[in-house]
């Protein structure tokens, strides 16, 4: 690697640790405090140091791409491997660029060998892009998929020529490019397991085998029946044929055997994560009922140990219960029965995750939260979704959390202000419209505020890669992706009822107030229940991103008072005008300053209570 | 038998009907009976024109004086006869009112919604004024209430143009593929705001050029086709079919030369109209009554005014409809064929064709043109049977000549496929989309995927050969001259310092047609500017690294030169660069646009469509 590289990794890493926040000790509060700012800042001055790094380095190489000797290809690959290799994410959107460019070389120099393998590498930095999209509908994240999966297919298209291709190695990528195929959402659970059936006989044809006899055929074969088997988890009942269902067992029976095997012969407890998946394929096809199913689950749920953070305790502890919440949610009728039960599992597992020492398979613990926030099933006396939302961006999110709370403060600051002016100003939100007592209406519209500053960006929890570990500015790519988190954070509030009221602030918080301009197409501002709540939103989600947020990956970075001044000067197009003119009292800027600095305080003492 | 007089005794019992006793014979002349005949007859009724006097013999019977030089019977005879004509005039009249009046309550009905909704939204804009994105509402509001009430008031008018025999109708050629995308432009998003499937078919189609008015065509068709969507509930079908055939041949008459039939169908599953309506259909200010289709608005004229032009254009219009079923409308016109010289298309013949296409009727039809063009079409339905596809016809050599994406795939959307086949295939493989989209609509996102044209459906053979000829000849002379032809009076500057990058660049815009000079640094591309007629490049491709000057400097010295061009040549930055925070820096160094490194062909393209487009 050149030393630039070698660099930008190292700075990866340490930001990494920086933004996790490790703190001292007996810390107190304002120690706690200088500490975090402290972090910031060394970590803004890496991220700009790698931008330098980036500047100066890569994209001058990236620029002569076509010119590029081996050595500076062979470098490229090495730093790409560097950013993202198997779980170790880094920075997979540079991983992409860097394979990108590496494969129009490639497609300019019909140099096959490496396109083959620029084209699984592209497919897998695609792939860790979309597995981060749990929660968002096909039709959001189809491009995502599409381009992973057009990747793959390229790669695999050359198959058919596996004789005249007589390096081991890019026969090897062909092979996983083709399994890989089967990565991803489908349409039907069936078009899924049709895929990984047709790898499976590919890989278990004689004749490929004995062409390429150093492959290790027998890890091909078994990754791709772990892959049939974990397709159970996204089935739903009478979406698979029989056939299907019999596909599947014998993937299941294969894994489920080995795992026991291997946790027999290192005299280890029998693994949960391949229980799961058998006693589904049993549901499925029969030998179970739901309530022996659900039985079941439970006793893997009550089974694994609170104290064991590894991936397969992880796996039973969060996983399971989010398929287990996915049939309570798909058969509603078993939820009366479970109440108390379910109440006692999300408590426990808001527990656990409070206990999970920090990095400590960090990347897996989230990958299961998410799917948990995705079916969470709300009852009377439960956590409430909007506090395990919080919690979740509290542990992995922490900068967005801040943010939110400053959001909420200035909101809620900014509506009391209106509010002692204008009562009627948020009667188009019926809730409040329909209270008559003054002091309630203010009490109601100022704490509307709060809940919808802390819930509007909910949906970045989604791309903690863009928002928590970002160490350099975004590409146009991942500018686009992130807008993603305004549908998100509606879907996520959307399906439930406590939160259901706040899904259009999610949503429409980067529309600009005139139509012209903005973000995500589906928000209507007109039709809006709560238009001017979102107004009020948009407005300080964008002081508090240009003021502090975002600046890392933006670049834009203004004072709060230069904020205040373009906020007025964007007035009538961005933002609306009813609230703009107030943005010219000096008084009420003032007390909008005050709820910035609270809030932003407020926040880190929230931090420092979870994590003291 | 002027003057003579005949006399008949009648008998008159009670309860009984009046009988003739006795009748002499100039009675039996006058009436053209025997006596024995007039003693079997009602003589009030058969003889009461000739009846002139009666004299009262006793209380049974009286004397009847037949006369016919007098001509009061006859004169009472005609009288009734007139009375009721008149009375047929008057109920004919008084339906003919009660349908004026029913159209002039439903007109001033129809006349005031919009205009209440014009009046409304124009005090809620006022009282908004300053929320604009409300009053955009407003206007928006506005806008459609005008364009209906514009509706009503042309109906209006055709129809009395028509009444008063003022309709005349125009001879120009016109092309039916243009009339029929501008059909389909107009009612697509009617139907699509209903959530309805419209069927467009086009069927056997002889001659593309014809001769009459369009426009008052256009009229019948969208007319036939509105009422369908306007009386189809959401959710129903409506299917048209544009089709041709040729004269028949009449007994005696030779088939007109140079004339075709124009048939035209379209079909609803929609709420259909009663026998009764049926035969009012085409009569003026009718419309159908029915309470599941809400706010139906119109005069009533439509159907009319169509039927009329229909008859002037010498055609036939019939219906077929039944309540709660659907209606089927059919037009046949017969139309004037445009004398044109056919252009054969240059195809590669034998070549093979790709067909993306999840749809089999959109797929069979398009396989049918290409077939009978003598190219090959091969049929994939998924985006990654495509990639696969192409993959192994690279890798044999043996590339199809072009690609036709069709409407939809299987497991993709078209533009996600386009974007990756453009990379796989190189950039002057052409990737045509066939889509019923508007294209106005799917331009930008459509050329950035790498579509190089645009085929619109419903699908019109002629269409299609011309653009794939079009696009084929891309590699070729023919394209290129085109192009030439387009962008070849365009002088552009490329700023670059590395010379593999710059002879790529080159290549690439030589292609596109434009004529290139090329820079090896800032300071000579200032020069070379500054030494250049005013107005001489209009676009500037600066690389943002490079040695001596770097872009960005560059650029600044160019917009403060003193001459006016300096201020508004397109300078687009080319910089691997890729961070928003480069394309901000970019643009406030005074750049307009820009493309990043490796250069991308279609984004080139469409820089210069953008610029000279």
Redesign the interface.
Known sequence: MQPYQEEYIANLKEITLLTSGEEREGQNFEEFLAQADGQKRRAEEKAKRN?KLL?EGL??V??????ADEEETAQLREFAGGLLSGRDELDVGLYC?VHK?L???A?QTKD?KNMIRELYSLGMGYYSISNKLVGLSREDT??YI??M???F??A???L??FDEIEDGETRGYILRSRAN?ALGS??SPS?KIRMVKRTLQILQDKGYQEKEPGLPWDRYIYMTHQQMAASISYSKDNTMTSEDIADVMESVYIVYQRRFQEAERKGEKPPLRPSFSYNTIAYFCGMLGLEELLAKMEDLMDGADPKDYSVDSMYSIISVPAFYCQFLNDYPEQIPKRKEYIENLYRRILDYVDTVPRAAENEALFLYLRQLSSTFVETEDSVLYKDFLLKLQMHFTPEIYIHSRMVAEMAAAFCGMIMDEEPWFFDDIEEICRIEEAEEKRRRAVAWAAECGMLHDVGKINFLNLYAQTA?????EE?EMAHLHTLMGANLLEARASTRIYASVAMGHHFW???SRGYPEAYQ??ECPCRQMVDVIGLFDWISNVTDTARLY??IEKTFEEAVREAVALE??RF???LTARLRDEKIVSGIKAAFETGRREAYRQLYALRT | MKGSKGYLVVERRAGDEAGVLYADSMACELSGLTAEELQSVDPEQTLKHLKNDVVALDGEHELWILDTACNRHRRVAELEHMNAALEDALKAAEEANRAKSNFLSNLSHDIRTPMNAIVGMTSIGLSHI?????V??CLMKIKTASSHLMSLVNDVLDMSRIDSGRMTLNEEVFSLPDLVHDIAVIVRPQAEQKKQTLQMEIGQIYEENLIGDSLRLRQILVNIIGNAVKYTLENGSIRTRFSQRMPENREGSKPEKNTVVLEFLCEDNGIGMSQDFLSRIFLPFERVNNTTISKIEGTGLGMSIVKNLVDRMGGEITVESREGEGSCFRVTLPVAVAVHSRKEQELPEGETVLIAEDRDDRAEQISGYLEEAGLRPVRTRS??ET???L??AQ?ENHMPCAMLLGQELE???VL??AS?VR??A?RTFPILLVSEADWAQIEYRASRAGVNAFVPCPLFRSRLMETLASCGSQEGTGRQAEREREYGSHHVLLVED?A??QE?AVEMLTMMGVQVEAANNGAEALERFQASPEGHFEIIFM?I?MPVMDGYEATKRIRELPRKDGESVWIVAM???????D??LSREAGMDEHC???IDPKRLQEILDSRFG
């Open positions: 931008m500047r994209f001058p990236l620029d002569h791409i076509f010119d660029q460019a494969l129009s070389l497609r096959r189809q491009k599409s381009q999966r057009l990747c297919a390229e695999a298209a050359y058919k020529y195929m489908f349409s078009e350099r500015q975004w590409f146009e500018y107030y005139d139509g501002r007109l933006t670049g009538g197009r609306s005008p009813l | 300053d929320e604009k994105s409300r955009q509402d985006g990654l990639v696969t596809r993959t192994e890798y497991d993709m959307s996600e496929l990756h990379q796989l190189g590395i593999l990058n790529i690389d690294q910089t691997a660069n890729a961070f928003v925070e394309i901000r990043s490194k490796p």
